[in-house]
């Protein structure tokens, strides 16, 4: 199942990422593609902060994950752009994050394949003039129901 959502700025963006967590249950693995600079963090941080979080929230390029410890559960936020091999995963006990009372938020998940679980949902996020355009495909009956929610909502 493949839906399409549009933000027109940064703002609606954040509202999105909340949107998409609640559909989610906060629970799960998203995979988020597009290019630099397409929104991926932006999404994040709204997903994030609709869980509380009031800190800061930004890419964890240099780290390759961020975990925020929650009072309704755990997000991990990874980010793999400067990942050289998927072996490397396996050296942060990349397994141990993917419980199934956390939401995993994973930038560049292509840097990671055959390591990385398969999503419930994977979202693409596109420029679209001012704005950005997100196409999301559910993987799981999870993921598939937080699409139909959205679309839901949207109409």
Do not use: N
Request: charged share 25%; with cysteine; net charge negative.
């Amino acid at each position: 199942m493949s839906d399409s959502l549009f933000a027109a700025d940064e703002q609606a963006m954040e509202s999105l990422g909340a949107a998409i967590g609640q559909a989610m249950g906060f629970r799960g693995v998203i995979y988020l593609d597009g290019d630099l600079g397409a929104g991926k963090t932006t999404l994040s941080r709204g997903l994030i902060r609709a869980l509380g979080h009031r800190g800061a929230v930004k890419s964890p390029t240099f780290t390759l994950v961020e975990p925020y410890e929650l009072e309704v559960g755990t997000i991990y936020h990874f980010d793999l752009y400067r990942l050289l091999d998927p072996e490397e995963l396996e050296f942060l006990g990349i397994r141990d994050y993917f419980a199934p009372g956390s939401l995993c938020l994973i930038e560049w998940p292509e840097k990671g394949a055959g390591v990385l679980p398969s999503s419930d949902l994977t979202i693409t996020i596109a420029a679209e003039g001012e704005g950005r355009r997100l196409h999301l495909a559910g993987h799981s009956a999870q993921g598939q129901a937080a699409c139909r929610q959205l679309r839901d909502k949207q109409e």
